[in-house]
């Protein structure tokens, strides 16, 4: 049976599920948006080499979730299991930021390498400890489906809102500031100090929110090979966390070359830019009372198939755009990608809160923060492997690097890459994802009525 400590109603936790979200989906878009083209165009890295240092990151970064989450499972402090994890990502990821975009001259290709590769490492490990124990305080905040569902949109609002700050903000910025490297450690500046504040306001908050305490006699030992079978052994979340997969390379692939693609292939600024991420932010915002409804009519699985549809199509009609695309169909595909994206982000994590809660009716144990850190672990590999497959062909297809501000001219094979980045491969993603998706069967009214049971209510 579950320990649950007596707090204050379930506003705190609304509340903070809202802000740890800005301060992370911050934090990451800024460099998800920016980061590889900063190293490429500014730094003079190649485009394979700077691919590969942000998979070995995320390869590091992937393996470190499941850690933090069994840890913050087992984790007895004065402030709770969850706090203290992140207070230390809010201060990790804003230094990692000021590394990375500050990255100064070291007159060698090897020792930039070091660097930027520490500096990733910094601002993943504060993302992972803003991640994990926020999502686990979320799951093991309600046994009701709805209530979950809820706090996921509150959730994905924050990570709306958070994605506009470390996505539009930086592009205005670099407007603003100019896209050399002063520009971008202000932009490292600035949104560092959004994730900084926006954490501690979350702390704040979430000091009272309901939460559960690890029973009497459970083990803080940490093992890898044993948390992986627990979470692969529950198919509910195994059918979730492989449909995540294909998502995240597809996503991943299609955010990062959005910058080449405004730069090379629509011939537009870093405003443009900005523009695209503040439309589909702001419908990302205003999608979710839609799909919190159609998902209590619909099923979460319905709706999370058609948004991830909707996703693909919105990036495979690139293929239609060229230099001096209409504003208006920018705006479009803009709104469009981020409806979908809202729904996307709402679906996937209100039902792994139902495979997290099947886990606890299955096992009586309270493993939320190593689900957590198992979910995240596999969308850090896939987003690797999109990163790294993404460097390396455009290496392939002729990309060339440079250490100015100023962009270069790209061969036609170069731009092709770009453009197959950005449309082709986040279509065949959703596809793959929906797939796998089909299989899904798990009814949350059953977890609900086996819940009541093991509780003996």
Avoid at 5 to 24: D, E, K, L, Y
Avoid at 85 to 93: D, E, P, S
Avoid at 214 to 224: F, T
Avoid at 273 to 299: D, E, H, I, K
Wanted: aromatic share 10%.
């Amino acid at each position: 049976m579950e320990t649950r400590m007596a707090q204050p109603g379930i506003w705190a936790i609304r509340s903070g599920s809202f802000c740890i979200p800005v301060a992370h989906a911050a934090g990451q878009n800024v460099v998800t948006v920016l980061g590889l083209r900063f190293l490429t165009d500014n730094t003079g890295l190649a485009a394979g080499t700077a691919g590969l240092i942000f998979a070995l990151v995320k390869i590091y970064d992937g393996f470190l979730d499941p850690a933090v989450g069994a840890w913050s499972d087992n984790a007895r402090t004065r402030w709770g299991r969850r706090l203290p994890f992140l207070a230390l990502g809010g201060v990790a990821m804003p230094l990692g930021l000021a590394m990375l975009f500050g990255v100064p001259d070291l007159g060698s290709v090897v020792w930039t390498q070091v660097f930027v590769t520490v500096a990733l490492a910094l601002h993943a490990s504060g993302y992972t400890l803003l991640t994990i124990p926020g999502l686990a305080m979320l799951v093991e905040s309600s046994s009701d489906p709805q209530e979950r569902t809820r706090l996921m949109a509150w959730r994905t609002y924050g990570t709306a809102v958070g994605t506009l700050l470390g996505s539009t903000m930086p592009a205005w910025l670099l407007v603003r500031f100019g896209a050399g490297r002063d520009g971008h450690m202000i932009v490292a500046l600035v949104v560092g100090a959004v994730v900084l504040a926006t954490t501690l306001l979350a702390l704040r908050l979430m000091a009272h929110a309901p939460r559960t305490v690890p029973p009497e006699g459970s083990a803080r030992g940490y093992n890898l090979v044993r948390q992986a079978r627990l979470a692969w052994a529950n198919r509910p979340f195994r059918i979730l966390a492989t449909a995540h997969i294909f998502l995240l390379f597809g996503a991943s692939i299609g955010s990062a070359a959005m910058a080449y693609f405004s730069r090379y292939v629509l011939e537009a600024g870093d405003g443009a830019l900005g523009n695209y991420f503040m439309a589909s932010t702001a419908a990302m915002v205003l999608s979710m009372p839609v799909w919190v409804r159609l998902a209590a009519r619909a099923g979460k699985k319905a709706c999370y198939i058609a948004a991830m549809a909707g996703f693909g199509l919105a990036h495979l009609s690139w293929l239609l755009a060229g230099a001096g695309e209409p504003v208006a169909g920018v705006l479009v595909r803009a709104v469009f990608s981020g409806f979908s994206g809202g729904g996307m982000i709402l679906c996937a994590y209100a039902l792994l809160s139902d495979a997290v809660r099947y886990d606890y009716v299955q096992s009586g144990q309270r493993r939320e923060g190593a689900f957590a850190g198992f979910t995240t672990l596999f969308d850090k590999l896939s987003a690797a492997a999109a990163v790294a497959a993404m460097g390396g062909f455009l290496s392939a297809m002729g990309y060339v690097s440079s250490s100015g501000a100023a962009a270069v001219v790209q061969s036609d094979s170069a731009v092709l890459a770009v453009m197959l980045c950005v449309a082709v491969v986040p279509a065949l993603a959703m596809g793959a994802a929906i797939l796998v998706m089909l299989r899904y069967d798990l009814d949350p009214a059953d977890v609900v009525a086996a819940e009541a049971a093991l509780e003996g209510k």
